[in-house]
């Protein structure tokens, strides 16, 4: 499981790629991917919870966002090996 972390490095340009940014968004969640998106606060930029992804593959997608390809956020990624759970996120543990 992996926690991603973009921060904004260049928020001005964000409004000309956003579009990209939220399809990109979008299509993790259709692939199972992505868990939970939303903001840092105060208005830092975003994270994201991933798993069912090899870090390989993470990185590898992140770097299809657009926000991450036009500089307007830098991406870091946490990697965690859940050894315990509240039993409603027992399937993070697989």
Not at 12 to 27: L, V
Not at 31 to 47: C, I, K, R
């Amino acid at each position: 499981m992996f926690i991603l972390t973009l921060r904004f490095a260049d928020k001005a340009k964000a409004p000309h790629f956003m579009d990209g940014h939220n399809a990109w968004i979008k299509r993790g969640f259709e692939e199972g991917v992505f868990l939970l998106a939303g903001s840092l606060q105060p208005n830092a930029g975003g994270a994201i919870l991933a798993h069912n992804i090899s870090r390989t593959d993470l990185e590898a997608r992140i770097q299809e966002d657009p926000f991450v390809t036009e500089g307007v956020v830098s991406a870091d990624i946490l990697e965690i090996a859940p050894g315990r759970v509240d039993d409603r996120l027992a399937f993070l543990k697989a």
